[in-house]
């Protein structure tokens, strides 16, 4: 892929004025690759922030775990770590990722090792394949090239992501730009399931009086009596004021879920960015915990009142650009703060 992945860099580091009316000093970025891993890590002020994660064993890279500046992790355990009490549905859930349920018919999001053998042929492959930079210093820069493929390793597009890593002494921030190029003509056809999803720590769930049903990868099935759930204390609001289960389906520029972790009050903010298509997106975002923007669901989120497919003609692209913000103190980051961020976040080009 030929993309000016160092232009849009620089553009992003220049956008530094981000933090001026909540300045903090910025602490330096390390990016590490693990020795004979499939692995990069990134460390901010000599903390672990978070890990690329792209070996064959996964059907996508993820960033996982993820660490508020605290060191409190922000996203589960399950399906690569125990936690006790941790859920155990959706084990395609990891992390942070980047994919979508319907393109050309092949379901990239739900693939795991939980799928059947026999089933395997109805979804897709995310294959990183290189490591394109990875650099330290005031902001971490890591960029890589991956493979969108069917189980015949057939590539239907070529993906180029940036991160760009940085932080402070209480708050940490991704903003990611991701490319897509067809390989050959493309649908993504409207769904439920996409496209940048998070799965939250069990804290961040939403407390509910509804009994939960959940499924491990073995089949077996819990049943969480509603309001039985002391772990969750969690709550989601966007940008238009929308809080809790009502945030889902609407659209907003930024979606923040917040709640008490420990002794101290964590959040985790997306921002949606104007270039995108379809902004601002559709929140995907549900209370037991998946956190996602979905700018090409259009169909179920408004009742089947519009839909929109997005399609690409080989050798065309799409970009994506999303920043996320983890904050931790005696409060969460404000809203003001967060108009703020993304009024800068839609500078960048």
């Known amino acids: ?13 220049a956008a530094t004025g981000l933090y ?34 792209y070996p064959d064993t996964l059907e996508k890279p993820v960033l996982y775990p993820v660490h508020a500046a605290n060191g409190t992790i922000v996203t589960r355990g399950f399906p690569l770590t125990d936690e006790p009490g941790d859920p155990t549905d959706h084990p395609h859930h990891i992390g942070i990722w980047f994919n979508f349920e319907n393109l050309n018919g ?25 490591i394109l930079e990875s650099s330290g210093g ?7 090239h991956a493979n969108w493929t069917n189980q015949k390793n057939d590539i239907l597009l070529e993906e180029t992501t940036l991160f760009e890593f940085s932080g402070t002494a209480h708050q940490r921030i991704i903003d990611r730009v991701t490319v897509l190029t067809a390989n050959t003509d493309l649908v993504f056809t409207d769904a439920k399931d996409g496209l940048l999803g998070i799965r939250l720590a069990h804290a961040l769930q939403m407390p509910t009086d509804k009994d ?40 907003a520029k930024w ?10 009050s ?59 913000i983890i904050d931790e103190g005696s409060n969460t980051i404000a809203a003001e703060q967060l108009n703020e961020s993304a ?7």
Request: net charge positive.
């Open 1 to 13: 892929m030929r993309y000016p992945l160092k232009c849009v860099a620089i553009g992003l580091v």
């Open 20 to 53: 001026n009316s909540f300045a903090q000093k910025m602490e330096p970025v390390k990016v590490i690759k693990a020795g004979g891993e499939n692995k990069v890590d990134i460390f901010i002020g000599e903390k672990l922030f978070t890990s690329f994660l």
């Open 106 to 130: 092949l379901d990239f999001w739900n693939n795991s090792y939980a799928i059947p053998k026999d089933k395997k042929q109805l979804y897709g492959w995310i294959k990183t394949d290189r």
């Open 138 to 144: 005031a902001k971490g820069i890591l960029s890589y």
């Open 212 to 251: 939960q049903k959940f499924t491990d990868d073995k089949g077996n099935v819990t049943i969480v009596k509603g309001g039985t759930d002391a772990i969750a204390k969690g709550n989601y609001i966007s940008s238009e004021g929308k809080q809790g289960d009502n945030v889902w389906s609407s659209r």
């Open 255 to 264: 979606c923040k879920v917040y709640g008490k972790m420990g002794n101290d």
């Open 266 to 324: 964590i959040s985790v903010a997306v921002i949606d960015h104007p270039a995108n298509p379809n902004y601002p997106t559709f929140w995907h975002a549900r209370g037991y915990g998946l956190f996602a923007a979905n700018p090409l669901g259009e169909k179920i989120f408004t009742n089947d009142k519009t839909f929109k497919n997005l399609q690409l003609k080989k050798g065309t692209a799409v970009s994506f650009r999303y920043r996320i």
């Open 343 to 349: 009024e800068e976040f839609a500078r960048t080009k």
